[in-house]
C-alpha cells in the first residue's frame, strides 16, 4: 500500500512532463545540412520559456495539459498565445 502512495504522489509531476517531452518531439526546425535555423532556434527558445512558465504555474493538471497541448499544435502561435491569454498574475 506504501508503494501506491509514492507512486501517487509522483503521479501529477509526471503528468507535467507531458507538454515537455511533446515539445521536444515538435522541434524540427532544421536546415538542409542539418543544422537549427534561426527560426528554429527562436521558436525553441520561446516553446521552452512558454513551457517552464506552464511548469510554474498553480493550476491543475488538466489546465497545465490543455495549455501544452495549444503550445505543441501551434508551434510559434502557441507559446505567443499563451504569454497573451493565460491569465497569469
Given at each position: 500500500?506504501?508503494?501506491?502512495?509514492?507512486?501517487?504522489?509522483?503521479?501529477?509531476?509526471?503528468?507535467?512532463?507531458?507538454?515537455?517531452?511533446?515539445?521536444?518531439?515538435?522541434?524540427?526546425?532544421?536546415?538542409?545540412?542539418?543544422?537549427l535555423?534561426?527560426?528554429?532556434?527562436?521558436?525553441?527558445?520561446?516553446?521552452?520559456?512558454a513551457?517552464?512558465?506552464?511548469?510554474?504555474?498553480?493550476?491543475?493538471?488538466?489546465?497545465?495539459?490543455?495549455?501544452?497541448?495549444?503550445?505543441?499544435?501551434?508551434?510559434?502561435?502557441?507559446?505567443?498565445?499563451?504569454?497573451?491569454?493565460s491569465?497569469?498574475?
Amino acid at each position: 500500500m506504501n508503494t501506491l502512495r509514492h507512486f501517487a504522489a509522483r503521479l501529477p509531476f509526471a503528468a507535467l512532463l507531458f507538454p515537455l517531452m511533446l515539445l521536444v518531439s515538435s522541434c524540427s526546425r532544421y536546415n538542409d545540412n542539418g543544422s537549427l535555423s534561426i527560426a528554429g532556434v527562436l521558436y525553441l527558445i520561446l516553446a521552452i520559456a512558454a513551457v517552464i512558465s506552464l511548469l510554474k504555474q498553480d493550476w491543475d493538471v488538466t489546465k497545465k495539459i490543455i495549455w501544452g497541448v495549444v503550445i505543441w499544435f501551434f508551434p510559434i502561435g502557441g507559446s505567443i498565445i499563451y504569454f497573451l491569454f493565460s491569465g497569469r498574475k
